[in-house]
Structure formats: structure tokens, C-alpha cells
């Protein structure tokens, strides 16, 4: 069965290291024969599409406005939803998993997401995410790319 991993992370103003490990997730899924899910820009998404390009994936990008053209090069499927930030909903619900990369409000709101429909969520250069009274919630703290690939792949099986 094809599992559907999405890469979330900042777009703009990702450092170098979210960038490389990012191309290191979307390379490690792509090898694994996983479709990487994207936003479809740049940042974190071009480099995760990238990476699984390299290693001969699949990539989609759920582009936020009305262009496929505003896709990174490395979509082998550019959709356009014209929904602004809410195709994050769309890209979570696609997802088997999500890995997040680094962190800014949109990874945020699909962290949340995917924590809120059940699907298996590892963090990498993330935030850490509390519940009310303090208690970590369940998104697995990734150490490495390797770690974040396994974590949710392993969840999968």
C-alpha cells in the first residue's frame, strides 16, 4: 500500500538546517516509495519535494492560490486549491502522516490538525506542543531525519 507522507514546514524563512534536513526527509520518504505531500512553495516544501525527487518519488503540492505555475519545480503534481491557508486542512486530510520541519504558524495550525484526525505527527527543529494543563502531547520529538522518516512510517505499519 502507497503511503501518503506530508512535509509541513516554514516557507519562508527556514534556516539552512531545517532546509537540509527537509531535503533529507522527502529523499528518505521518496526512497521508501512514499508520495510526499507538500504545500507546493518554497522553503521547507521545495526542499522536501526536492529530496524525494532525487530519489525518484513522487511529489504533490497543494498550492494556496489559483496558479499551478506558483509550484516549486520539484511537484511532479502541482494542484491549485484557490484556498489561501486553508488547503492546510486539505494537505493533512490527504496525509497518512505529517512530518514537520521547523516551525512558523502555518506548520502550527497543521500539526494541530493532524494531531486533532488521529494521523501520526513526528517534529523535527519544531516546536513542542502542551495541553492545557501542561502535559506534552503526543507529536514525536524527532532527532534526525532518519528518526522523523522511521517514526511515522513505523506508525503506519
Known amino acids: ?17 531545517e532546509l537540509d534536513d527537509a ?12 508520495v510526499v505531500l507538500t504545500g507546493g512553495l518554497g ?12 530519489a525518484g518519488g513522487v511529489t504533490i503540492g497543494l498550492l494556496p492560490g489559483t496558479e499551478r505555475s506558483a509550484g516549486n519545480e520539484h511537484l511532479t503534481v502541482a494542484i491549485a486549491t484557490g484556498m489561501g491557508e486553508m488547503r492546510n486542512l486539505l494537505l ?4 497518512d502522516a505529517v512530518v514537520a520541519v521547523g516551525g512558523s504558524w ?14 501520526p505527527v513526528a517534529v523535527l527543529r519544531g516546536w513542542e506542543l502542551y495541553d492545557s494543563d501542561a502535559t506534552r502531547v503526543s507529536a514525536e520529538k524527532a532527532g534526525s ?8 512510517l513505523e506508525r503506519l505499519s
Open 23 to 34: 531535503r533529507e526527509v522527502g529523499r528518505l520518504l521518496g526512497a521508501a516509495s512514499a
Open 145 to 152: 531525519p532518519l528518526d522523523a522518516v522511521s517514526t511515522v
Open 43 to 54: 522553503g521547507v516544501m521545495e526542499a522536501a519535494a526536492a529530496g524525494a525527487k532525487a
Open 92 to 95: 493533512v486530510r490527504s496525509a
Open 1 to 17: 500500500m502507497t503511503r501518503y507522507v506530508a512535509v509541513v514546514g516554514p516557507g519562508d524563512g527556514a534556516t539552512r538546517e
Open 106 to 119: 502555518g506548520t502550527m495550525s497543521e500539526v494541530a490538525l493532524a494531531m486533532r484526525t488521529g494521523k
